[in-house]
């Protein structure tokens, strides 16, 4: 069986797993939604001042949601001894981390695009002056903590307090990840351009970790 598929049968079983039990989805989408809900509360009432914080409490948010789906990433397998099939698979082991990876990726995709209606409907926030820059911004952002998320995950599976070291290990690594895209977001909320350096910068930051990832995937699995 070659990689590619085997990187689509390990991406197709994962979303199956998430739409059939709505597990790591559902716990994301509620946790976002009592965040929001909890900072239109405190959020100042001037508009002005609200988008001013909009960029950064939204990554902010998006950080502590998709932690919760990072640390459930091979739940499945951990669960059901079926790291070892994983380990056993006769393909490079980089594609097995592309597949998880991707599966991520979409999960994190659908609730960055809830998270935005929440901040529209709590923090009556306007996206269309910057559309294509946040949105820009959501797909590099989101493309980087999957794989830097999957990789740290697959590196805690089995340790002891490992719902204290993901997070420990998660925050520095994307703490670029934050930046690029709170500025990419600020820069689109409030009409401005940003920089082909910024962009260049966010995609080569997301590639670097891709990469790294799917060639220590082997030596993380087997570990």
């Not at 709505?22 to 509620?30: K, Q, Y």
């Not at 520095?172 to 940003?194: D, M, N, Y």
């Amino acid at each position: 069986m070659s990689g590619p598929r085997i990187a689509a049968a390990v991406l197709q079983k994962d979303l199956r797993l998430d739409l059939r039990s709505r597990d790591r989805l559902g716990h994301m989408a509620v946790f976002a939604l009592l965040v929001v809900a909890l900072l239109s509360i405190f959020a100042p009432s001037a508009k002005a001042e609200r988008l001013a914080w909009t960029p950064a409490l939204l990554w902010v948010v998006l950080l502590f949601t998709s932690l919760l789906g990072l640390a459930r990433a091979f739940q499945s397998e951990t669960e059901e001894g079926a790291i070892a099939l994983l380990v056993q698979a006769p393909v490079d082991r980089g594609w097995i981390f592309l597949g998880k990876a991707g599966a991520t990726l979409i999960a994190l995709l659908g609730v960055e695009l809830w998270t935005a209606a929440l901040f529209t409907v709590f923090l009556d926030v306007d996206w269309s002056p910057g559309l294509a820059a946040c949105a820009g911004a959501g797909l590099l952002g989101a493309v980087g903590l999957a794989a830097v998320g999957t990789l740290l995950s697959a590196l805690s599976v089995g340790v002891r307090f490992r719902e204290f070291l993901l997070p420990v290990l998660l925050f520095p690594l994307v703490l670029p990840i934050l930046v690029f895209a709170s500025k990419i977001t600020a820069a689109g909320l409030g009409g401005g351009e940003v920089r082909a350096q910024v962009w260049v910068a966010f995609a080569l930051y997301d590639w670097v970790f891709a990469l790294i990832g799917y060639f220590v995937f082997d030596g993380v699995l087997e570990d």
